[in-house]
């Protein structure tokens, strides 16, 4: 799940090439959001309660939330591929993993999430992180099926 929809051409292609190569390992789907009218009486807090309203709408009390959040848990590649296998043999339902908007998450969404997941302790692009992220999932497949794409 994303906040705002993907605006740079590079990284929609990117996302749409890893999604169709993911389909193959496990059910996926990507749900983004409406993006919050901003001016100048919506402050980046009333942003982030706005929006961690819409996502808290599209959760459900099963799920089993994961924030992609700059103060996350970071893993290496084969630490990450470890740690998604143990979510889908642990008979969750759905896992949902969100991207943010700009400015994050409110403290309602950060209340709500089971955990909390970091790329890296560099800011990036809230858009180009959903790219990376779909990425690291295929990648993750490719693992714990012992297919070549992966070198270490």
Do not use: C
Not at 10 to 38: C, H, M, N, Q
Not at 92 to 114: H, I, L, M, Q, W
């Amino acid at each position: 799940m994303t906040v705002g929809k993907t605006r740079i051409d590079f990284v929609t292609r990117g996302i749409a090439e890893y999604e169709k190569r993911l389909t193959r390992y496990v059910p996926f789907s990507r749900l983004e959001l409406p993006d919050i009218k901003t001016g100048k009486n919506v402050t980046p807090d009333v942003q982030k309660t706005q929006e961690g309203n819409m996502i808290l709408e599209k959760i459900s009390p099963s799920d089993f939330v994961v924030l992609l959040d700059e103060k996350g848990r970071e893993y290496t590649s084969l630490e990450f591929a470890s740690w998604l296998e143990k979510l889908m043999v642990a008979g969750r339902k759905r896992t949902v993993f969100v991207v943010g908007g700009p400015y994050g998450f409110s403290k309602e969404v950060y209340a709500r999430a089971d955990a909390k997941l970091s790329l890296s302790k560099m800011t990036f692009n809230h858009e180009m992180v959903r790219m990376f992220f779909i990425e690291q999932i295929y990648r993750g497949m490719t693992i714990l099926r012992g297919e070549p794409y992966h070198h270490e």
